[in-house]
T-cell receptor, first 114, second 115 residues
């Protein structure tokens, strides 16, 4: 059973460009979460999605950031007009349909904004 | 406002001894707690969890203790092994009723197990 997959693993963008981060949850998992880890900090929740629905986006910055989890395909975290402060590790996690609260994380995407 | 706190940024323990990692929380709505281990350049790996209706959960070398009145939990690793050297994150959620919810993480404790 493949784990949570994220790509790319490393992404370099110049200021003002767009970054697209992809996440495929574990097989059988329908809940997807995105977290961000800034250097020397813990993981901070960004957004929680189920298929075609945003359930909780209380951790998402109000501008430039968006997320989706379409009926088909991976979940996408999109950052428009990136700035240096967006440089971080972005982790995706997934959890089973119901009853289990553990979240299983992917290897992360390390975004560097130059 | 840091709702989950790990006040020890680092801990060094000799191989074979017990490692005790501590975590405090402030939000009374949290009712499910998890520990994750993280190696550099990898995602966090789930270790063990505990519901607020329990005060102890054990899985092999890992035991988590929960003291609700003190809003404190700890992870015990016995015996510690060099492969346990990693950053350990405490996390909490209010999804204890089986409803999926976001995790709130502490800032982590770096454990080094020495030979």
């Amino acid at each position: 059973n493949a784990g949570v997959m994220q790509n790319p693993r490393h992404l370099v963008r110049r200021r003002g460009q767009e970054a697209r981060l992809r996440c495929s949850p574990m097989k059988g998992h329908s809940h997807v979460y995105w977290y961000r880890q800034l250097p020397e900090e813990g993981l901070k929740f960004m957004v929680y999605l189920q298929k075609e629905n945003i359930i909780d986006e209380s951790g998402m910055p109000k501008e430039r950031f968006s997320a989706e989890f379409p009926k088909e395909g991976p979940s996408i975290l999109r950052i428009q007009q990136v700035v240096r402060g967006d440089s971080a590790a972005y982790f995706c996690a997934s959890s089973p349909n119901r009853g289990r609260l553990e979240q299983y994380f992917g290897p992360g995407t390390r975004l560097t904004v130059t | 406002d840091q709702q989950v706190k790990q006040n020890s940024p680092s801990l060094s323990v000799q191989e074979g001894r017990i490692s005790i990692l501590n975590c405090d929380y402030t939000n009374s709505m949290f009712d499910y707690f998890l520990w994750y281990k993280k190696y550099p350049a990898e995602g966090p790996t789930f270790l063990i969890s505990i519901s607020s209706i329990k005060d102890k959960n054990e899985d092999g070398r890992f035991t988590v203790f929960l003291n609700k009145s003190a809003k404190h939990l700890s992870l015990h690793i016995v015996p510690s092994q060099p492969g346990d050297s990693a950053v350990y994150f405490c996390a909490a959620t209010s999804g204890g009723g089986g409803t999926a919810s976001k995790l709130t993480f502490g800032t982590g404790t770096r454990l080094q197990v020495t030979l």
